[in-house]
């Protein structure tokens, strides 16, 4: 049974990603020092939050961001046990949010998506492509499509509109869920998501002036799948 520190922080880090995201990425940070959900002290879990945690969470949000989640967490936590103070060396940052947008009348929220399998800690290098040639969105779909589980790629402009794609169907309706995750983007400053639509995942990153996404089956690995969206780069 989890004990009171690990649930204080893991309900208040499901306000910054999925309750599902929380768990797994809580859950590895503390296997990486050795320690449970169960057993984990204050004081140990202060040093989950500014190492490996804070590590994790840099991958799926801005660092700037990621910290100052993670040091606001850990002020509640010293709040809660004063004899755990934060190892945070400075206030986290008030986050403020963009409120201008061109589809405020699409209704999603972070709460739709997922980070998922952190565990993936390979890195693969990064690579770079010219998406705004024909030529250079073939290349970035042909890498991707070797990924094992992956059975579609769309490279989008930010807005959603379709530039090339293989092996989808029903590209419209990705299009438009494209469209509402580039407002998350632009609200939350994030850089890569994983959505579940049923049976299937779709991982979306924007790129410049692009938006790449992929969809997969669940056989696949999703750490090494958003791993390798997070090095994709455009060509200058």
Excluded at 152 to 173: I, Q, T, W
């Amino acid at each position: 049974m989890t004990n009171a520190v690990y649930t204080l922080i893991v309900r208040a880090l499901s306000g910054i990603v999925s309750e599902r995201a929380a768990e797994t990425l809580l859950r590895a940070a503390l296997r990486e020092q050795g320690l449970t959900a169960e057993g984990v002290t204050a004081g140990e879990m202060q040093r989950v939050l500014s190492g490996p945690l804070l590590t994790r969470l840099s991958g799926v949000l801005p660092p700037e961001r990621a910290r100052a989640e993670l040091g606001n967490l850990a002020a509640q936590l010293q709040k809660h046990y004063p004899k755990a103070p934060t190892l945070f060396s400075s206030p986290a940052a008030t986050w403020d949010e963009t409120t201008s947008t061109h589809w405020e009348d699409i209704d999603f929220s972070a709460d739709d998506f997922e980070f998922d399998d952190p565990e993936y800690t390979a890195t693969p290098p990064e690579r770079q492509y010219a998406l705004g040639t024909a030529a250079g969105q073939e290349a970035l779909i042909q890498d991707l499509g070797r990924i094992p589980g992956v059975q579609g790629v769309m490279v989008c402009r930010a807005s959603g509109e379709v530039l090339r794609e293989r092996a989808l169907s029903g590209s419209r309706n990705l299009g438009g869920v494209i469209a509402a995750t580039a407002l998350l983007f632009q609200k939350r400053a994030l850089n890569l998501m994983s959505a579940d639509m049923g049976g299937q995942t779709v991982c979306m990153r924007p790129v410049g002036a692009y938006c790449v996404a992929v969809v997969a089956g669940p056989q696949v690995n999703i750490g090494r799948l958003l791993a390798e969206l997070q090095q994709v780069r455009e060509a200058a």
